[in-house]
């Protein structure tokens, strides 16, 4: 009994992806003067995909997660800048 269960659900999902790919489909026809077009370009450009990819319901890339080293070096100079006393407006003056 579980597997129809699995069954039904993955209908329900593969149901739900077609009419989002169809919604998709209609607002993008949407786009028609040659200036709403290059916008459309301009948007999917930032977001490194294209409409074939959209509508074939790949996702874009992941952005690269920056690298463990240069954040641990950023976070070690904010840390000597807030220890440093410049930003709390204390003085080294005894």
């Known amino acids: 009994m579980e597997s129809l269960t699995v069954l039904r659900e993955a209908l329900r999902a593969r149901r739900r992806r ?3 790919r169809e919604r998709l489909r209609r607002e ?3 786009f028609r003067t040659p200036a709403e077009r290059q916008e459309l370009d301009a948007m999917l450009a930032r ?3 294209t409409v074939e990819d959209l509508l ?3 996702e874009p ?3 690269p997660v920056p690298r463990r080293q240069a954040w641990e070096d950023t976070w070690d100079e904010i840390v000597l800048h807030l ?3 410049e930003s709390t ?3 080294s003056q005894e």
């Open 47 to 49: 977001h490194d995909t």
């Open 89 to 91: 407006g204390e003085s």
């Open 83 to 85: 220890s440093s006393g």
């Open 56 to 58: 074939a319901g790949r």
């Open 18 to 20: 077609r009419r989002q």
């Open 61 to 63: 890339p992941v952005p």
């Open 28 to 30: 993008l026809m949407e």
